[in-house]
């Protein structure tokens, strides 16, 4: 009869070893399925803030162009900034063509430059986070006692048409 001793003095390893391999195949799975979610959580949150960016220089674009301030500083920021979120891809890049791409800077330029815009505005820079980010109490994110109870703070003040007034040598605006 063969006897191994080496195998009785090794139970330990063997058990060990064989645990790590199952570990290891049971957290690649698992952990590619939770890469993906969080990796489609965190790309929407980047597209919803880049996609408040886009808006909001739209609409100052609008606004300048109806006042016919095309030549001024806000207009040069408001047109780097439509070039900076023009360059963010809007696809995958394919994993066997290498990306030269830095998103972070990218990114980090498109919220400089965001600030810049809103410095020579006079507006303050704010992008309200959706419901998703909330702390584990349930409140959102920041300041929940500066909102009113009834929703979030409205920054323009709606009126009725007929009611509109404009300060003197004020342009009225309709959109």
Partial sequence: MDFDLEELINVEQTFYDEGYKDGFAHGRIHGSIEGKALGREKGFEMWEELG???????????????RG???????????????LLAQFPR?????TEPSELDIPKLFRQIRSRYKALCAVLGVQPTLRAGVSSATDDGDPVGDSAAAPPGGSKSVWPVQPAGHARAGAGEQQLSF
Avoid: C, I
Wanted: charged share 15%.
């Fill in 69 to 83: 301030k095309t030549d001024d500083r806000a207009a040069l920021h408001l047109r780097q900034l439509l070039a």
């Fill in 91 to 95: 696809v995958n890049p394919s994993a």
């Fill in 52 to 66: 408040f960016y886009e808006g909001f220089a739209m609409l100052w674009q609008a606004v300048l162009s109806q």
